[in-house]
């Protein structure tokens, strides 16, 4: 586990790079994580974020076809918010743990 | 008379059927299970038949053969629990009552999941090696053919045993090798994780083996469609790979019964205590095998280990203890590579897949994460296990748990 400072916080992340501790979590902090990664931040991305971490508080497992069916945006437009990798990035940038791929 | 009620007789629901019918007492127990199907089918041994190892009658024996004498049988498909009622409604409009129930009804593949995947092509250049159907079919295929690109897909996850693609090309490079042909064919592994398997360490072993069979991983792929007639595969974010010959592991759904009974997730797989195995939603329901939300495996060693956790806790129920006993998610997987060799890996959901010895330490004679002949013989002899030891709910000499003897974790 190392210690980074995001958005003038110290944030603990794994080695992974996400977040261990959700509650340290807010929208500067993800707007500078997913600067990191390329990817600025819109409305669209945050409703995705907001959706995932609701999802990760009722305990729910977390894959591409159930943010797909959350309504807010279907697999093909995860894929365009978050190029390359949709969950695994948008969980980085939600401040939760990357999902379990269940195997 | 109290009734118990087991759906599902594939491996999960036959192995709890004869544990609970030794253990329980006659007089004051009835036992039924419900299957729509009266097959059982050996399902690891699926794997070999595209490459003629094994043909259809080495996979199948009737169920009725593993259920004990004294079970009631009703061949019948479920329409939905009610749970609130403990009732059970089948399709042909009849019901059962229960007080208690164990949900085994394992998960299916979907090939209508997928867009351009169910039309003219099926079994023609599109094949699944998940279903008897599909087996046949591509080993009547491969015998004919004449090479050209080669292409499995993983489409999904979860997806029942995830070894069986890395099987099934190493198999396939065999096979072709054997037929004096390995130059005719280009194989490519397509899945959507971001290596050849989940976990780090085997991934990195499983790689290098992929890779001196000169068989091509592409991770990170999710497939949306398939244009079966320009013979491509189409990811989200717009790759396409082109193939002659598309080998695939369809997305895999629980049984729609779950959902109908609302008691599973997206996938329809039911919402499961991970530990005591017991659902989510009801104290008298306990879920085994594929049907169950874990998060390990969907294999049968998984149905296996947990099948001692349940019967415990089963016993504990009926008794009015507390759940005592705790599912650690082991799986223990052979991985056939191909020329009579074979892998071996050993997890839970704690602990990824290490080297080592199994199931002595330092002895084996099983190698963990090691590509050996002995490895491949434990596969080979396990189909007489599974007949005649594992379905019939007898001691096998491995333990429930996972242990962390044998394995060496203080690798880089």
Same mark, same amino acid.
């Given at each position: 586990m190392?210690?980074?400072?995001?958005? *003038?916080?110290?944030i603990?992340?794994?080695?992974? *790079?996400?977040?261990?501790?959700?509650?340290?979590?807010?929208?500067?902090?993800a707007?500078?994580m997913?600067?990191? *990664?390329g990817?600025?931040?819109?409305?669209?991305?945050?409703?995705?974020?907001?959706?995932?971490?609701a999802?990760n508080?009722?305990?729910?497992?977390?894959?591409?076809?159930?943010?797909?069916k959350?309504?807010?945006?279907?697999?093909?437009?995860?894929?365009?918010?978050?190029?390359? *990798?949709p969950?695994?990035?948008?969980?980085?940038?939600?401040?939760?743990?990357?999902?379990?791929?269940c195997? | 008379?109290?009734?118990?009620?087991?759906?599902?007789?594939?491996?999960?629901?036959?192995?709890?059927?004869?544990?609970?019918?030794?253990?329980?007492?006659?007089?004051?127990?009835?036992?039924?299970i419900?299957?729509?199907?009266?097959?059982?089918?050996?399902?690891?041994?699926?794997?070999?038949?595209p490459f003629?190892i094994?043909?259809?009658?080495?996979?199948?024996?009737p169920?009725?053969?593993?259920?004990p004498?004294?079970?009631?049988?009703?061949?019948?498909?479920?329409?939905?629990?009610d749970?609130?009622?403990?009732?059970?409604?089948?399709?042909?409009g009849?019901?059962?009552?229960?007080?208690?129930?164990?949900?085994a009804?394992?998960?299916?593949?979907?090939?209508?999941?997928?867009?351009?995947?169910?039309?003219?092509?099926?079994?023609?250049?599109?094949?699944?090696?998940y279903?008897?159907?599909?087996?046949v079919?591509?080993?009547?295929?491969?015998?004919?053919?004449e090479?050209?690109k080669?292409?499995?897909c993983?489409?999904?996850l979860?997806?029942?045993?995830?070894v069986?693609?890395?099987?099934?090309?190493?198999?396939?490079?065999?096979?072709?090798?054997?037929?004096?042909?390995?130059?005719?064919?280009?194989?490519?592994?397509?899945?959507?994780?971001?290596?050849?398997?989940t976990?780090?360490?085997?991934?990195?072993?499983?790689?290098?083996?992929?890779d001196?069979?000169?068989?091509?991983?592409?991770?990170d792929?999710?497939?949306?469609?398939?244009?079966?007639?320009?013979?491509?595969?189409?990811?989200?974010?717009?790759?396409?790979?082109?193939?002659?010959?598309?080998?695939?592991?369809?997305?895999?759904?629980?049984?729609?019964?779950?959902?109908?009974?609302?008691?599973?997730?997206?996938m329809?797989?039911?919402?499961?205590?991970?530990?005591?195995?017991q659902?989510?939603?009801?104290?008298?329901?306990?879920?085994?095998?594929?049907?169950a939300?874990?998060?390990?495996?969907k294999?049968?060693?998984?149905?296996?280990?947990a099948?001692?956790?349940?019967?415990?806790?089963?016993?504990?129920?009926?008794?009015?203890?507390?759940?005592?006993?705790?599912?650690?998610?082991?799986?223990?997987?052979?991985i056939?590579?191909?020329y009579g060799?074979?892998?071996?890996?050993?997890?839970?959901?704690?602990?990824?897949?290490?080297?080592?010895?199994?199931?002595?330490?330092?002895?084996?004679?099983?190698?963990?994460?090691?590509?050996?002949?002995?490895?491949?013989?434990?596969?080979?002899?396990?189909?007489?296990?599974?007949?005649?030891?594992?379905?019939?709910?007898?001691?096998?000499?491995?333990?429930?748990?996972?242990?962390?003897?044998?394995?060496?974790n203080?690798?880089?």
């Open positions: 190392a210690q980074k400072t995001i958005a *003038g916080q110290s603990d992340l794994n080695d992974e *790079g996400y977040m261990v501790d959700a509650s340290q979590w807010n929208r500067e902090v707007s500078e997913a600067k990191e *990664g990817i600025e931040l819109t409305d669209k991305h945050y409703e995705v974020l907001d959706f995932l971490r999802a508080e009722k305990g729910e497992t977390l894959t591409i076809r159930r943010v797909g959350s309504g807010i945006v279907d697999i093909k437009g995860l894929y365009k918010l978050f190029p390359g *990798g969950l695994k990035y948008s969980s980085k940038y939600a401040g939760i743990p990357k999902p379990a791929s195997i | 008379m109290k009734k118990i009620l087991i759906l599902g007789g594939g491996t999960a629901g036959t192995m709890m059927a004869n544990k609970l019918f030794k253990a329980l007492d006659r007089q004051d127990w009835e036992i039924t419900v299957d729509q199907h009266k097959t059982h089918y050996y399902q690891p041994g699926f794997l070999f038949i003629g094994y043909n259809k009658s080495d996979v199948i024996k169920k009725g053969d593993f259920f004498s004294g079970v009631k049988v009703i061949y019948q498909e479920i329409d939905r629990i749970g609130d009622n403990n009732k059970v409604f089948l399709m042909d009849s019901s059962l009552n229960y007080d208690y129930m164990i949900i009804t394992g998960t299916q593949t979907r090939p209508d999941e997928t867009p351009g995947l169910h039309g003219e092509q099926w079994y023609k250049s599109i094949f699944d090696f279903t008897i159907e599909g087996a079919a591509l080993q009547r295929f491969f015998k004919t053919w090479g050209g080669l292409v499995l993983i489409f999904e979860p997806f029942k045993c995830p069986a693609p890395i099987e099934f090309v190493c198999l396939a490079e065999a096979y072709f090798t054997e037929k004096g042909m390995r130059d005719k064919v280009d194989i490519t592994y397509v899945t959507p994780l971001p290596g050849a398997f976990k780090p360490i085997a991934t990195k072993m499983l790689s290098q083996l992929l001196e069979k000169n068989i091509k991983v592409i991770p792929f999710y497939l949306e469609s398939v244009d079966s007639e320009k013979k491509v595969i189409k990811s989200y974010d717009e790759l396409e790979i082109p193939y002659d010959v598309l080998t695939i592991v369809p997305v895999n759904m629980g049984s729609e019964m779950v959902e109908r009974s609302g008691l599973g997730d997206d329809n797989y039911v919402e499961t205590d991970k530990e005591t195995l659902s989510k939603k009801h104290e008298n329901i306990f879920v085994l095998g594929d049907a939300n874990l998060p390990t495996s294999a049968g060693s998984v149905a296996h280990f099948a001692e956790i349940l019967f415990e806790n089963f016993m504990n129920a009926i008794e009015n203890r507390p759940l005592t006993a705790k599912f650690d998610g082991h799986a223990n997987c052979y056939e590579t191909g060799k074979g892998a071996l890996i050993d997890f839970n959901y704690d602990t990824e897949p290490l080297p080592g010895t199994f199931p002595l330490p330092g002895i084996g004679p099983f190698g963990l994460l090691r590509n050996t002949k002995i490895n491949h013989y434990g596969k080979m002899i396990f189909r007489w296990i599974y007949w005649h030891i594992l379905l019939r709910g007898k001691e096998m000499p491995i333990e429930a748990h996972m242990t962390m003897a044998g394995k060496k203080n690798i880089d």
